[in-house]
């Protein structure tokens, strides 16, 4: 499916991502039985979506990975945003294999990054961080505790990134960029649709998720509209700043 052609650049920049870390917490997964990999939690009791880690990767990313790295048999779903005339994609998986990430396929950047979204502005100043799952979003609004420990290291992370700021700098490439912006978009867009539905929001536990599920599984968390507006915005921004093209 994926039939994009890196330039030597693009695979020289995607091999730094491929052998970078960008969290420092050894063996954390042996606190919590890796529970950001299988999401098994009674508190979280999702009924349709399966149990296990979703991997999203961007289409250049998928690319070096299947390439030069290791891929699963099943290709993996698109999800498409509209871009004026064109749409943008990100690649996502489900995944089930646990610890077997490094064995069987390559860990994406997403999973790298997990538990955390790095908030950029347009010039690459890291002004803040956010949880970068849905379920984690979700939890912390409802005021839910999971059994991740780093998801309290926020200050400690944002202070961390702040001041070594070659760690992230990888994550400042346009591309890279570009698709980071989107996440804090679609972040606070999803978090003012969850919050704005009071119906949903008036529920609690296991009658919570039961809705919350199907609502997210409909695409009803999520104000499309506006969302396309602001990814739009942003395309403009990046382009008159970085000369910024979206290719796959
Ligand atoms: S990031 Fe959090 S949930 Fe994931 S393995 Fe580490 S401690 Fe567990
Ligand atoms: S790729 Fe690895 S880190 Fe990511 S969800 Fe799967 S098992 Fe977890």
Request: proline share 3%.
């Given at each position: 499916?994926n039939?994009?052609?890196l ?8 091999e730094k991502?491929f052998?970078?870390?960008?969290i ?5 997964y042996?606190t919590?039985?890796?529970?950001c ?14 149990k296990g ?5 961007l ?12 891929v699963t048999?099943n290709?993996p779903?698109?999800?498409k945003?509209k871009?004026?005339?064109?749409e943008i994609?990100l690649?996502?998986?489900h ?5 077997n990430?490094?064995i069987?396929?390559?860990r994406s950047?997403y999973?790298k ?5 790095p908030v ?5 100043n890291?002004n803040d961080i ?5 379920y984690?979003?979700t ?8 059994p ?8 400690k992370y944002?202070?961390y990134?702040q001041?070594n700021t ?7 490439e346009?591309y ?5 912006m989107v ?7 999803y978090v ?10 008036s529920?609690t536990?296991?009658?919570f998720w039961?809705k919350w599920?199907?609502?997210?599984l409909?695409g009803?968390?999520v104000?499309k ?5 602001d990814i ?17």
């Amino acid at each position: 499916m994926n039939n994009i052609t890196l330039t030597n650049d693009e695979k020289i920049y995607w091999e730094k991502i491929f052998n970078s870390e960008f969290i420092f917490e050894t063996e954390c997964y042996k606190t919590c039985n890796s529970f950001c990999c299988r999401w098994d939690s009674e508190d979280i009791p999702l009924k349709i979506i399966p149990k296990g880690g979703t991997l999203f990767y961007l289409p250049k990313e998928y690319a070096y990975i299947s390439q030069y790295g290791k891929v699963t048999e099943n290709n993996p779903f698109i999800m498409k945003a509209k871009l004026f005339d064109k749409e943008i994609y990100l690649y996502y998986k489900h995944c089930n294999d646990d610890n077997n990430c490094n064995i069987k396929f390559s860990r994406s950047l997403y999973c790298k990054l997990y538990p955390f979204l790095p908030v950029f502005d347009i010039n690459g100043n890291l002004n803040d961080i956010k949880y970068i799952s849905v379920y984690d979003v979700t939890a912390n609004i409802i005021g839910q505790k999971t059994p991740c420990y780093v998801i309290d290291l926020k200050t400690k992370y944002l202070k961390y990134w702040q001041e070594n700021t070659e760690k992230i700098q990888l994550l400042k490439e346009p591309y890279t960029l570009f698709y980071l912006m989107v996440g804090n978009i679609l972040h606070d867009n999803y978090v003012n649709t969850l919050t704005d539905n009071k119906e949903l929001m008036s529920l609690t536990g296991s009658i919570f998720w039961k809705k919350w599920e199907k609502l997210y599984l409909a695409g009803r968390l999520v104000d499309k509209l506006q969302f396309q507006k602001d990814i739009e915005n942003l395309y403009q921004e990046m382009n008159s700043k970085y000369n910024f093209i979206y290719t796959l």
